[in-house]
């Protein structure tokens, strides 16, 4: 099992910044790949940023050149910097651990946080 645990959501106004944290404990030898993703009230959850065990990073279109994924292995925390927020950003955003680097971008994670709440205020 693994355990995730995210911090660093609250209210900030648009153009602010916020950094997201996710630690990761368990058994965590078997996760290649960490991600972060949203859901907004009546809509259904979307990807946001993932990172591979090797580094490489993906991001949705939404959000390219404003959030920042990465990873400190040491901590076994994944972080999410994000600059110039929009109020469309506004969501729950949700840590995911998977086994497949290739289930990120299907959403199909293996192990899920508990979600942190962004509000973005315009």
């Known amino acids: 099992q693994v355990q995730l645990v995210e911090s660093g959501g609250g209210l900030v106004q648009a153009g602010g910044s916020l950094r997201l944290s996710c630690a990761a404990s368990?058994?965590?030898?078997?996760?290649?790949?960490m991600a972060w993703y949203r859901q907004a009230p009546g809509k259904q959850r979307e990807l946001v940023a993932g990172?591979?065990?090797?580094?490489?990073?993906q991001y949705a279109n939404s959000v390219k050149g404003r959030f920042t994924i990465s990873r400190d292995n040491a901590k076994n925390t994944v972080y999410l910097q994000m600059n110039s927020l929009k109020a469309e950003d506004t969501a729950v955003y949700f840590c995911?651990?998977?086994?497949?680097?290739?289930?990120?971008?299907?959403?199909?994670?293996?192990?899920w946080g508990q979600g942190t709440q962004v509000t973005v205020s315009s």
């Open positions: 995911a651990a998977h086994r497949l680097l290739g289930s990120v971008v299907r959403g199909e994670a293996d192990y």
């Open positions: 368990g058994i965590i030898f078997r996760i290649n790949a």
């Open positions: 990172i591979g065990s090797g580094f490489t990073t």
